[in-house]
C-alpha cells in the first residue's frame, strides 16, 4: 500500500494520483486545514464548495515554524475552532461511540465538531503528543527556516 501526502489541493489532483495507482491512500492535510468539511463536502458532490488551499505556507507551516499556533489565510476559523459553531449536526437522538486515529490538525478538529453534537469520541495517537506533523516539526535543530 502505498500512502501520499504533500500538495494535494484539488479533487482532480487527488483523483488523478488514485487512479494512475500512484497511491492507494492519500492524506489531505493542508487541504483540511483550509476545508475541515472537504471530505463531507467531496463525498456529496459539492466540489464547488470547497475552500480551497493555496498552498502558500504562510499562516499553517511558516506559523508552525515561529512556534506559534496554525491559521489560515483561507480559513479564518483555523486555531479559533473553538469559537465557532460545529459544522457536523446531530442527526438523531443516538449517542454514538466514536474512534479518530491520528490526533493530527485534521483529527482534532474533527473530534471536536463530533465531540460538540453529544457523541462520545476517543482520539488515539501512536506519537507520545497530540498535533500531528505540524507540531512535530517546529523548529529543526539548526535550521534558521524550515
Known amino acids: 500500500m502505498v500512502q501520499v501526502e504533500s ?15 500512484k ?4 492524506n489531505l492535510v493542508r487541504a483540511q486545514i ?18 480551497p488551499c493555496l498552498g502558500c505556507n504562510q499562516k499553517c507551516i511558516g506559523r508552525r515554524a515561529q512556534d506559534k499556533w496554525i491559521s489560515c ?11 465557532r459553531a460545529p459544522s457536523i449536526k446531530r442527526t438523531s437522538d ?19 465538531q463530533l465531540g460538540h453534537t453529544g457523541n462520545e469520541v476517543q482520539v488515539f495517537e501512536r506519537a507520545c503528543h497530540p498535533g500531528g506533523l505540524p507540531a512535530l516539526y517546529g523548529k529543526p535543530v539548526g535550521k534558521a527556516r524550515w
Request: proline share 4%; glycine share 10%; net charge positive.
Open 7 to 21: 500538495g494535494f489541493r484539488s479533487p482532480e489532483h487527488i483523483e488523478t494520483a488514485l487512479t494512475d495507482g
Open 23 to 26: 497511491a492507494d491512500l492519500v
Open 34 to 51: 483550509a476545508e475541515p468539511d472537504y471530505v463531507r463536502k467531496l463525498k456529496s458532490g459539492a466540489l464547488d464548495k470547497i475552500r
Open 73 to 83: 489565510v483561507v480559513n479564518l476559523s483555523t486555531g479559533r475552532e473553538w469559537t
Open 94 to 112: 443516538v449517542r454514538k461511540k466514536i474512534i479518530i486515529v491520528g490526533a493530527g490538525p485534521a483529527g482534532l478538529s474533527l473530534a471536536a
